[in-house]
């Protein structure tokens, strides 16, 4: 069984950058389309972004196009998520996940880490 492992989050100004890392155990997430997720506060959880196994297509949430860019290296088992102009509102506990096909409900994601907290303060 997977086990997914988030680190990275931490506290950032607006404006600010930071890149989150996912890294699997106990499977090869190169079987796996992978998704980042968030959950504010009071919020439901949302995608952000997801990626293909191969890593050939990246989709994004309309809230982070243009800022936020998602990443893969099979070889080290790892997925990241680079956050650039950070804002306020994306504040939120961030949540890497595995699933077998590139999908945006978190219902399908069977496999998820324990989260990392993204706090950016304006």
């Known amino acids: 069984q997977v086990q997914l492992v988030e680190s990275g989050g931490g506290l950032v100004q607006a404006g600010g950058s930071l890149r989150l890392s996912c890294t699997a155990s106990?499977?090869?997430?190169?079987?796996?389309?992978m998704g980042w997720f968030r959950q504010a506060p009071g919020k439901e959880r949302e995608n952000v972004a997801r990626i293909t196994w191969s890593g050939r297509t990246t989709v994004y949430a309309d809230s982070v196009k243009g800022r936020f860019t998602m990443s893969r290296d099979n070889a080290k088992n790892t997925v990241y998520l680079q956050m650039n102009s950070l804002k306020a509102e994306d504040t939120a506990v961030y949540y890497c996940?595995?699933?077998?096909?590139?999908?945006?409900?978190?219902?399908?994601?069977?496999?998820w880490g324990q989260g990392t907290q993204v706090t950016v303060s304006s």
């Open positions: 996940a595995a699933a077998r096909g590139l999908e945006a409900s978190s219902s399908t994601y069977p496999y």
């Open positions: 106990g499977g090869a997430l190169s079987n796996y389309a």
